[in-house]
């Protein structure tokens, strides 16, 4: 079908080209990860998720925007820290589009803890687990206190 303006000029409408949600939602995951193969993103975790798996589903966020974040449980397991909502981190990844659902997000390689280092972190997050599990030492210091005093039950003082 041809149209033609008041000059005489011919014009012919562009072809239209229908995409299935697939196709269209696999051409743009293509062309983002050419792109976008190797970004450095900072933000707070929230909705941590720690499967059985072993991978880290989590969402990274700042004040205006959000994006999701999965770390497969071949970088999960070299992170030196345990990583927790609230936590200010930088994720090294890619960026992806998880296809079945149409949803951009990073496929994390790499975090870290923003400010605090990571050794620093893992140190401290060691420490507060180890106050946590100390019943035992604490069964230990009581039962050696209720233990009676050698000089007591020996006629000395």
């Known amino acids: 079908m041809e149209m033609s303006d008041q000059l005489g000029f011919q014009f012919r409408p562009p072809e239209r080209r229908i995409w299935t949600v697939r196709a269209l939602v696999s051409a743009v995951r293509s062309h983002i990860e050419r792109e976008y193969s190797d970004c450095w993103v900072e ?9 059985d798996s072993g991978h880290l589903y989590f969402t990274l966020k700042e004040e205006s925007a959000q994006i999701r974040v999965v770390m497969f449980r071949s970088s ?41 280092g990571a050794l620093q972190l893992a140190f401290e997050q060691l420490k507060a687990r180890l106050q946590a599990e100390s019943p035992s030492r604490r069964c230990r210091k009581e039962s050696a206190s209720s233990l009676p005093r050698r000089g007591r039950h020996f006629g000395t003082s």
């Open 43 to 51: 933000g707070e975790i929230s909705n941590l998720r720690n499967p």
């Open 76 to 116: 999960a397991k070299l992170l030196r820290f345990r990583p927790e909502n609230g936590l200010h981190v930088t994720v090294r990844g890619r960026i992806t589009v998880y296809e079945d659902r149409g949803e951009l997000q990073i496929s994390a390689e790499f975090m870290e803890p923003k400010g605090a």
